[in-house]
């Protein structure tokens, strides 16, 4: 049973376009994130939710938009696609420990490809 | 705010050489820190973590790292890499706030036959 799970695993798409990306834990976590892995392999955190409230918001552009529904998913969209968000996408959970939180939980990444 | 930074951004081994990768924090109190794994075209891994206790830690795959606070460093070791070790390596502390995991840059390993 996958403890973090995101959809879709590959996307290409046309610059311009509107997406989505799901991502679901079953840990029962109460923090999730989505992470930008560039072309270089650095992950750079963009959000960070937790209980459902936003925490981080690490200057994205606005035309990334994260929801959270419930503490058990965290869904991103992204408007209007440039080709410099093509990257791998990661969804992460972790939970608080009471002395500091737990390590994350990572997601089996999304490939973005914008064309 | 804590950060991490990585000494090492390619490193090319041998089977059975000893492995070192460098890891350092930058000071703020409580530390929390990880070393993950990503192998070509996977997921991160936990590899280890530090929370408190003992600093030497041992985690999967015959990896360790210790935590030596005076030098404001989690280096990651072990004794005899294999082929199947080649992958990205990358070391994590929590900011202040506790909700983000701040990454180092990363150090890509490549181990030769």
């Known amino acids: 049973d996958t403890a973090v799970s995101q959809t879709p695993k590959y996307l290409v798409t046309q610059m311009g376009n509107d997406k989505s990306i799901k991502c679901e834990q079953n840990l029962g976590h109460d923090t999730m994130y989505w992470y930008k892995q560039d072309s270089k392999k650095f992950l750079k955190i963009m959000f960070s939710?937790?209980?459902?409230?936003?925490?981080i918001n690490e200057t994205v552009p606005n035309r990334f938009s994260p929801k959270s529904p419930d503490k058990a998913h965290l869904n991103l969209h992204i408007n209007s696609l440039e080709l410099g968000d093509s990257a791998v996408y990661f969804c992460?959970?972790?939970?608080?420990?009471?002395?500091?939180?737990?390590?994350?939980?990572f997601g089996q990444g999304t490939r973005l490809t914008v064309v | 705010a804590q950060s991490v930074s990585q000494h090492n951004h390619h490193v090319i081994l041998s089977e059975a050489a000893s492995l070192e990768l460098g890891c350092n924090y930058s000071y703020g109190g409580t530390v929390n820190l990880f070393w993950y794994v990503q192998y070509p075209g996977q997921h991160l891994q936990l590899l280890l973590k530090?929370?408190?206790?003992?600093?030497l830690v041992k985690g999967i795959k015959g990896f360790e790292a210790e935590f030596i606070k005076s030098k404001f460093s989690f280096n990651l070791r072990k004794p005899s890499v294999q082929w199947s070790d080649t992958a990205e390596y990358f070391c994590?502390?929590?900011?202040?706030?506790?909700?983000?995991?701040?990454f180092g840059k990363g150090t890509s390993l490549l181990v030769t036959p």
């Open positions: 530090y929370f408190s206790g003992d600093p």
């Open positions: 939710y937790n209980n459902k409230e936003l925490i």
């Open positions: 992460a959970s972790s939970q608080d420990r009471g002395q500091g939180r737990s390590e994350a939980f």
């Open positions: 994590a502390v929590y900011s202040n706030s506790g909700y983000a995991l701040n």
